[in-house]
């Protein structure tokens, strides 16, 4: 059996095989937010011809299967097929994405009093050459020259002694020797070779960002980033868990973000004629199943309960244990975790945050694919995770998408004619909807009346704007020649159920310690959804605290900050050790208050108007 796809190419379809998984393993990826469970409906697929068994047409409306659209997770060829796939099915993830380099992190280094401290060091060795009357070997030849050095006790990998003999004739027996802290020798180079180079790594859920350093200086010298291709398995941790455990998962999710990595470096060594040898120290900052997966460890521990990973601390292993195709002798340091949900991406962040140092209560909020939250000073610090799920990068919303071109972002509602003007990435046509456009488009349906307090929509309103769809009330954000962009009732309650955990999150993490709100001096948002959030809009839905806007700082990508600070830095190393091993770990689903708190703030902006005076005050004008 054959599958022609429209404008594609033409592939064998793999007998009893689902039709997404078929286009899968010829290289074709949709989304498939929920990992091909027929649950989120994304992976639409248009039959023009052929026959196939259905297995289920999930979220799918009545127009939609009459005009032959398919969920392909759902579908199993029986003849030859001709398909289309439409623009919004289509996983677009081997993109590099271009990200600014503007900010100098190497002040940051210096703000930060880190010092130059990597974790590879190097000396340099000048040894005696052998003669026909001095036969000893050339390895204890280098072992007499570093003992010189005051260098005695190194060890030497096999890996490292295979090129020992012809670097050492090459280079006429003057060395620079490269070396972990903890004496074990990684690279022999020319002595006059006076760059070197590292790489910090944040495996993301959705992205891998990778920093080309220069760690002799601390000079950042490329940036590379792109969507983490473990996305054609599902878009959440829980998905990827899944996949994990089904025959050959962990090993296809391990070599999917380790290529990832090899396929932004690789361009960027050749930019900046680097060889791979050059390379020879790393750090790796991920959640805790991201970090799971990238040494390959089975992560289905972490989301059964007692929730507990196979471990917090990683060993320094090699870059040829991981794969990474560089120096194979390279030290891979990981940024510890604190518990199945709280990981190093969390105490790089703090690290970088610097929160852990201040006499000040900061809180550090970190709201991404899940959303995890820190907080705490220089006495104390404690952490919880929210389980916000993924719905803010467009998981589970009917029309939900990242923050890509044609996504609407921003959203504003005329509260006389309920007709909404849009802000849409790229100034294109909508194709769908981002967090940032969620969550302007929830706080302005609210402020103008559309929906109540409980994100319903109200009843008999003078707009052809609000329609009954199959999952009840939705709103119509775009009218388009081919599809509506649509907001439903279910996507509002999707949204409010994530908001409403993460303000249910920090007020636990809070009555914990004994404290209120008001006690917090600074709030951090970290991750790349914060660059778009509009504050004052996530205010307005109970999603931030109702707090003084000048206490928020946007922080970006800590995570990527604190590998590189770890790089960088033994200092910065040690810190990061010490901020995990002193984070209590609040586990909120067995939480006693946090159901009550979840519950409370299931509404807008929440059930006490008094903790949110300043949308209290605007409710009551308007
Ligand atoms: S419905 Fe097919 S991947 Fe989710």
């Given at each position: 059996m054959e599958i022609r796809i429209v404008n594609g190419k033409t592939i064998k379809a793999a007998p009893k095989e689902s039709l997404y998984k078929t286009l899968k393993d010829n290289g074709i990826y949709l989304v498939a937010s929920c990992g091909g469970k027929g649950l989120c409906g994304k992976c639409r697929v248009r039959r023009l011809e052929g026959d196939a068994r259905v297995e289920s047409s999930g979220k799918l409306k009545k127009e939609e299967i009459d005009s032959n659209i398919l969920l392909a997770c759902m579908t199993f060829p029986e003849s030859d097929m001709v398909i289309e796939i439409p623009e919004e099915s289509k996983l677009v993830i081997g993109d590099k994405i271009a990200i600014s380099k503007s900010k100098d992190i190497r002040n940051f280094l210096h703000s930060v009093e880190a010092g130059l401290e990597?974790?590879?060091?190097?000396?340099?060795?000048?040894?005696?050459?052998?003669?026909?009357?001095?036969?000893?070997?050339?390895?204890?030849?280098?072992?007499?020259?570093?003992?010189?050095?005051?260098?005695?006790?190194?060890?030497?990998?096999?890996?490292?002694?295979?090129?020992?003999?012809?670097?050492?004739?090459?280079?006429?027996?003057?060395?620079?020797?490269?070396?972990?802290?903890?004496?074990?020798a990684v690279a022999i180079v020319p002595a006059d070779k006076i760059d070197r180079y590292?790489?910090?790594?944040?495996?993301?859920?959705?992205?891998?960002?990778?920093?080309?350093?220069?760690?002799?200086?601390?000079?950042?010298?490329?940036?590379?980033?792109?969507?983490?291709?473990?996305?054609?398995?599902?878009?959440?941790?829980?998905?990827?868990?899944?996949?994990?455990?089904?025959?050959?998962?962990?090993?296809?999710?391990?070599?999917?973000?380790?290529?990832?990595?090899?396929?932004i470096l690789s361009p960027m060594m050749e930019r900046h004629d680097i060889n791979s040898n050059e390379i020879d120290s790393v750090v790796i900052s991920g959640n805790t199943t991201m970090s799971q997966l990238f040494w390959g460890f089975d992560p289905s521990s972490i989301r059964e309960e007692p929730y507990v990973p196979t471990l917090n601390s990683y060993p320094v292993w090699s870059a040829g244990n991981a794969g990474i195709k560089i120096h194979p002798q390279a030290p891979v340091y990981t940024v510890p975790c604190v518990g199945s949900y709280v990981g190093g991406d969390i105490v790089a962040g703090v690290l970088a945050s610097r929160l852990h140092l201040n006499p000040e209560i900061s809180l550090f909020m970190d709201i991404g694919t899940n959303g995890e939250i820190a907080v705490g000073n220089n006495e104390w610090l404690m952490t919880a995770a929210c389980s916000a799920g993924p719905c803010f990068e467009g998981s589970g919303i009917r029309h939900g998408m990242r923050a890509t071109e044609g996504a609407v972002e921003s959203v504003k509602i005329d509260p006389v004619t309920?007709?909404?003007?849009?802000?849409?990435?790229?100034?294109?046509?909508?194709?769908?909807?981002?967090?940032?456009?969620?969550?302007?488009?929830?706080?302005?349906?609210?402020?103008?009346?559309?929906i109540d307090q409980r994100g319903k929509f109200m009843k008999d309103l003078k707009t052809d704007r609000i329609i009954s769809g199959d999952e009840g009330p939705e709103y119509i954000l775009y009218r388009g020649e081919i599809k509506d962009i649509v907001l439903t009732e279910v996507d509002i309650e999707n949204v409010m159920r994530a908001k409403a955990a993460i303000y249910a999150g920090v007020s636990v993490l809070l009555k914990e310690v004994g404290l209120s709100l008001d006690i917090v001096d600074r709030i951090?948002?970290?991750g790349g959804f914060g660059n778009y959030l509009n504050v004052d809009k996530a205010i307005?839905?109970?999603?931030?605290?109702?707090?003084?806007?000048?206490?928020?700082?946007?922080?970006?990508?800590?995570?990527?900050?604190?590998?590189y600070l770890c790089l960088m830095s033994a200092k910065m190393r040690k810190e990061a050790e010490e901020i995990a091993g002193r984070m209590t770990y609040v586990e909120l689903s067995v939480s006693r208050g946090f159901m009550d708190e979840y519950m409370s703030a299931l509404f807008l902006p929440h059930t006490d108007m008094n903790l949110f005076p300043t949308v209290r005050d605007l409710y009551k004008k308007n």
């Open positions: 990597p974790a590879v060091r190097r000396v340099y060795l000048e040894i005696t050459p052998p003669t026909i009357d001095d036969h000893a070997s050339d390895l204890e030849r280098l072992k007499l020259a570093l003992s010189e050095k005051g260098l005695a006790g190194m060890r030497f990998p096999h890996g490292f002694l295979l090129g020992l003999a012809s670097s050492l004739r090459t280079l006429n027996w003057k060395i620079n020797l490269d070396y972990t802290e903890d004496l074990s590292g790489l910090a790594i944040d495996i993301g859920t959705t992205t891998v960002v990778v920093y080309l350093v220069n760690y002799s200086d601390g000079r950042l010298v490329d940036v590379g980033m792109t969507y983490n291709s473990q996305m054609r398995f599902g878009d959440d941790v829980i998905t990827r868990i899944v996949h994990a455990t089904e025959g050959g998962g962990l090993d296809e999710l391990r070599t999917t973000v380790v290529n990832d990595i090899n396929v309920f007709e909404p003007a849009l802000g849409v990435i790229g100034d294109s046509v909508p194709t769908g909807i981002c967090g940032s456009g969620m969550i302007d488009a929830i706080s302005e349906l609210f402020f103008s009346g559309v951090y948002i970290a307005m839905i109970g999603m931030l605290p109702d707090l003084p806007k000048e206490k928020f700082s946007f922080i970006g990508n800590t995570s990527i900050a604190g590998a």
